[in-house]
């Protein structure tokens, strides 16, 4: 593959243990490759240039494990690292995958599982500040509902507000410095989740006790499933300065959560995100929160981990191409102009407003050149231009 696309350490990318760990296994099959262990995991995302992993809790160490095993985990873990290289910017944990958990986490029924599913946030967080890890990412999979008689979702809504608000305490009184990251999605493994999009959670975040240490962690899959445009989400988290992560794959609308490789089916609307985000200089890691397809052996999932990346890297330089190109930059300025008057004052009172005389057919008649604009970033994209 040519050099120019190689992942830099600059480049920020990360995957999680249970992306280039998954086993594919599906709801209708087994699992089709074995399990490897975190640290064969951290030699494959070095082996692919990856600059970082992440881990839920369990991804790491076991639930049942003992404190000589966690211990023993994390030793062997941290070396692995240190031979490699790979640095951990974010750690998470596990609220969805023990039956205790069935009918959700922080947002159950049950006060003992809501306690019980704190507890496991906090060492979880315990965890991601031994290797360093900044942002915590929270992904409510098991917060929702198969009927709504089970409780009133403005009480879920509640029990979140609380087991936040305490997490940030925790993060505080321990100095771990953690910026949480709140993870929507519709549904899936719930029939219907709270908090479904990013702007649900945006509008959630102003009514924590400290809203300065919650922002989001769109995901492009989540946003894609109910048909929304993930880049009109992740803009208005980065316009409100919550933008603290980003989880990138790739998802055909209105299919299960498909986490497909970054830029393998949207192509045009993942180059819309990279160019976004490289334009506002978004600092975060790039984290792919996708996984190879089950026909693959370990072969084929460093081919998948080697696609994010080498997508994400054509797409930055597309991105360049467009910005730099003399007929896109000509159709920008055209579009952008108010010839033909009325010349708006700088500040426009309401005072001032009122006395403008407009002349609306006039301005019905300005030429919007999007054809020729979205053909011209089309023959970029297919580099032709
Ligand atoms: C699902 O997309 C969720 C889980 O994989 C994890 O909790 C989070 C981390 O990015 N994404
Ligand atoms: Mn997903
Ligand atoms: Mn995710």
């Not at 990138?248 to 995100?273: C, H, I, M, W």
């Not at 080697?306 to 054509?314: F, K, S």
């Not at 919007?368 to 089309?378: F, I, K, V």
Request: proline share 6%; glycine share 8%; hydrophobic share 40%.
């Amino acid at each position: 593959m040519a050099d120019s696309f190689k992942p830099r350490p600059e480049d920020k990318f990360t995957f999680g243990l249970w992306t280039v760990g998954n086993r594919g296994r599906d709801p209708f099959g087994e699992a089709v490759r074995p399990t490897i262990s975190p640290v064969d995991i951290v030699a494959l995302l070095a082996e692919c240039g990856a600059w970082g992993v992440n881990f839920h809790d369990n991804d790491l160490v076991p639930i049942d494990a003992t404190a000589s095993e966690r211990d023993k985990i994390v030793k062997d873990f941290r070396a692995a690292l240190k031979k490699h290289g790979l640095v951990v910017p974010m750690a998470t944990v596990n609220l969805f995958y023990d039956p205790v958990f069935r009918d959700g986490a922080l947002t159950s029924n049950d006060c003992r599982v809501r306690a019980y599913a704190l507890q496991k946030t906090m060492r979880a967080m315990d965890l991601g500040a031994e290797f360093g890890a900044k942002i915590f990412v929270m992904w409510g999979g098991r917060e929702g509902t198969e009927s709504d008689a089970c409780r009133r979702p403005d009480d879920a809504i509640k029990r979140l507000r609380e087991a936040i608000n305490s997490l940030c305490e925790y993060s505080i009184s321990q100095k771990y410095g953690y910026k949480f990251a709140l993870e929507a999605k519709p549904n899936e493994p719930r029939g219907a989740i709270y908090f479904p999009t990013t702007g649900a959670y945006l509008g959630f975040i102003p009514t924590l006790d400290h809203p300065e240490m919650v922002g989001v962690n769109p995901e492009v899959a989540h946003e894609q499933m109910p048909g929304l445009n993930v880049l009109h989400s992740v803009a208005q988290a980065w316009e409100a300065g919550k933008l603290f992560h980003i989880d990138l794959n790739d998802q055909e609308t209105g299919k299960y959560d498909q986490d497909f490789r970054f830029g393998s089916v949207n192509p045009k609307a993942a180059f819309f995100l990279v160019k976004f985000l490289e334009d506002v200089g978004y600092s975060g890691p790039r984290h792919f929160d996708a996984h190879a397809y089950r026909t693959e052996d370990y072969e084929g999932v460093k081919d998948f981990a080697r696609g994010c990346m080498r997508t994400y890297l054509i797409l930055k330089q597309k991105a360049k191409e467009w910005n730099a190109n003399p007929e896109i930059k000509a159709t920008l300025k055209e579009i952008a102009s108010c010839n033909g008057g009325p010349k708006l004052p700088e500040k426009l009172t309401s005072a001032k407003l009122a006395d403008i005389e407009f002349d609306r057919v006039h301005l019905a008649q300005k030429k919007l050149p999007y054809e020729r604009l979205d053909q011209l970033t089309m023959d970029v994209l297919f580099g032709v231009r």
